[in-house]
Each structure stands twice: as C-alpha cells, then as structure tokens.
C-alpha cells in the first residue's frame, strides 16, 4: 500500500488573479488533483490545466472534503480551492473536521494555505473599517440556531465593535440580515456607517456606503459583505474609517 | 503646481515573500516613493532597491503617514508598506484619517491593497480556529482605554465568539494577558482550546496549542497572535479546529 499523501487547502484570494498569492498558486499547480466548488475551480482554469479535477457543486462541502482526504489516503497530492482565506468559514474546517475520524494508516497531511479573504478584500475597497476592534458574524442558520447569532448580534452591538456580516442573505435565507440589522438598532444609532461590498474584486464589483437606519434599501445578497461601523467610525468621500483610538470611555 | 498624486498602502502579507501577492509587488514596484517601518521596508529591499524610501521607526505611524500623504500632494506615488493586511489595525486607518485634513487641491487619491492578514496567517498555521463567528481584539491600550477592552472581552467571551487576540503583550505593556484571561475565564471553562502563534511565516516561527488554563505558561510578545477558541472548538494533534456549525442551541 502506498504512503498517505497530502490535502494542501488552498485560499485563492477573493477573485482577482493578482490577489492569489505566490504559495496558493505554486501549491495548485504542485498538486496531482484539484477538488473545489465548481465557480471557483473555474477561477483557477488555467493553472489547473490537464489535471485531475473534481468540480463539486455550492453546498456540497462535505462531500469536497471527504473526496480529497480519500484521494490523499491513495497517495495523491491533493489541492481543495477555497475562495478567500480557507479558515474564515471555509473549507479548512471542514477538511480538518472530517479528518479526525479518518484513522492512522491512511490520514493524510493537511496543510493551510492562507490567502486574502473575503472579509479583507471588502475591507480595502470601503477604506479601513476594519481599524479597531470588530466582530464577524455569519448569518447562515443552516448550520448554526439563530438565537446563537441573535445573542452574538446583541453581545458585539453592545460592545460597540465593528461588525462584519458574511453570508448576510440568499434565496433561501431573507429574513436574517433585517432581523440583525433591529436587533443592532437596539444598542446604535441608526445613523452609524455601513459599508456594502458585492463581489470585491470580481466582475461587477459593487461598493455602497450607507447608515445603519437604510441599510435596507442596499441590494444584498450572497456575495455581499456589510460592515457595520463602531459609534467612532466615520464615512466621507465614499470611504470608511474606523479611527485606531477612542479618546473618551464615556460614549 | 503639480496635480496631487496617489497614496497606496499595501499589504505586503505576514512575512514570507510567497505570501505577498502579485498586486502588491505591483504597486511596491510602480511607486516612486517608499514609507515604511524600517522592520518592514527590509522585508521587501530587493524589490525597492534604488527607490526613494523612508524608513521610519516604529511608534511613528501618524509620521508615517503624514509624510505620505505630504509626498503624495507634491504629485509622488507613495507606497505605504504595511504588515499583513493594511485594514486591520493598520497603515490604512491612519492616512484615510490624516487624508481627511488635507485640502482639495493637494488631496492626494488613496488606495488600500489588501494582503494576507497576520491573524488569518496565525490561523492557518493552527488548522481551522477561525471555523466560526470570531471577534479580534486588540489588548494595547496605548490609544483605547482598558475599560473599553474589557468590555468587549466580556461581550465576546459571554456570546461564545472565538476570540482573537493582537498586540497582547510588549515591553510596556505586560499585565493585559493575564487580565484578558481572567475576564474570558469567568464565562469559558479552563480547558477552552487557545493556540498561540508567534512570528507566523517568519524566521523562529513558533506555535503551540495549550488551553486558556495554562496560557500564561507559553511566552507571548508583540509579535503573537493568541486564539481562543469557542466552547465546540476541538484540539488533536497539534491542530485546532473550531467547527462551521452548532449543533445544540443549549450548551
């Protein structure tokens, strides 16, 4: 029987090619197959060419994981793509998850490969708002009950961090972004800055700078991040600050 | 009078030349002008060698960035280098808050280009430990009040976020930790899961998976990054990994 290979899960950045790292791009072409949701191994379609390539559909998270630790249990040297940084809700955790059951003989190594994420990526094109404390928030309940992100929502409104909302809504999901954005309103001022990015770095690429009070009239959906700002960020000429001080404690 | 030039502040990654993406070579390369903190502008020398660069010690980050934007109102493209990703807690913040007291006629164009953040490099190098909501806290009270940092290490700790923690102790700055610890530890069990990641992709990188009982035993400086994972978060084999979904709402 052979030696156990590798899963290299690798962060491609969130779109732009000159936003892939050097290592992301060395790892991917390294490896003898490629595993990944199918939009994003498309992204990826010239460095990948003539190897091995299994193009799983959105959702099927577990099914990409299991398919590259059992392929890396043969022996194979195995890319998983991940969008952005694999760690931020990505397939790192979900390859390293299923690893735990995967026994002695046949486990493989798993390596990380970080790249820029989501989360960043958005970030840069508001400005800084990421410049003092802040919270993500995913506010998919497919995995997660929503009263623990309704308790997460409350905690970081109140403690006046920045708050970044990833997966804010879908098709299937529409009522969760409006509920988060009352429960916010609870402990903000509904003229609080928010910054609205879809597809950073992508082909139509949208950025909007709004106030928590309107949020609701800004297009979201799956490809969006929202930052909310701390009663300390500020918005001007379409750019968002988050100052790295605060003077006062009394606010 | 020359027209106003461009401010770029980039992120040039945790360290690893292979780390820093193509577009920030790009615009390291493109720009007339260097600033920097002088740890950092030798990080990139081979690139920048015969340009004009400043480097300044650290502490001076208002410095830093005056004098960019100065340069850059004089029709300079300025690079602006920070580490890791400029957003958080970075370069960025700081010239978009100088930029908002300059001018219109010497108001130069800033540009944020985003990079592989310290804390999603310490991340990966400890598995999965941002697998779910987590909330990054800065412990250097040097411009924010303690209260304010308690509070929202209170908040985060009570709401179940993994806990990020930067700047979490340096020469001046050596009890913070411990108080940080004893605030998480009145709403976390001892056993809580905490990797702690010093000079990530750097030379005499270290990395240690402990518990948030015996954090204080593992040396921490300005150059670590401490992760404290959520109550399902899981360490095996020198890995952490915090899973994407909660199953039980009552824990």
Known sequence: MSQPGTVVVVGIGPGASDLMTPRARAALVASDVLVGYAGYVALVGDLVAGKECHALPLGQEIERARLALDLAGKGRCVSVIS?????????????????????????????????????????????????????????????????????????????????????????????????????????????????????????????????????????????????IGNSCTVGFQGKIVTPRGIVSAER
């Open 83 to 227: 969008s952005g940084d694999p760690g931020v809700y990505g397939m790192a955790g979900v390859v390293l998850e299923l690893l735990r059951d995967v026994t002695e003989p046949e486990r493989p190594e798993v390596i990380v490969v970080p790249g820029v994420s989501a989360l960043m990526a958005a970030a840069s094109l508001l400005g800084a708002p990421l410049g003092h404390d802040f919270a993500v928030i995913s506010l998919s309940d497919l995995h997660t009950p929503w009263d623990i992100i309704a308790r997460r929502l409350e905690a970081a409104a109140g403690a006046d961090f920045v708050i970044a909302l990833l997966n804010p809504k879908s098709r299937q999901r529409a009522w969760q972004l409006d509920r988060a954005r009352e429960i916010i309103l609870r402990s903000r001022n509904g003229e609080s800055v928010v910054g609205v990015v879809r597809n950073a770095y992508r082909p139509e690429q949208g950025v909007v700078v709004t106030t928590l009070g309107r949020l609701h009239e800004v297009r979201v959906d799956m490809f969006t991040t929202v930052i």
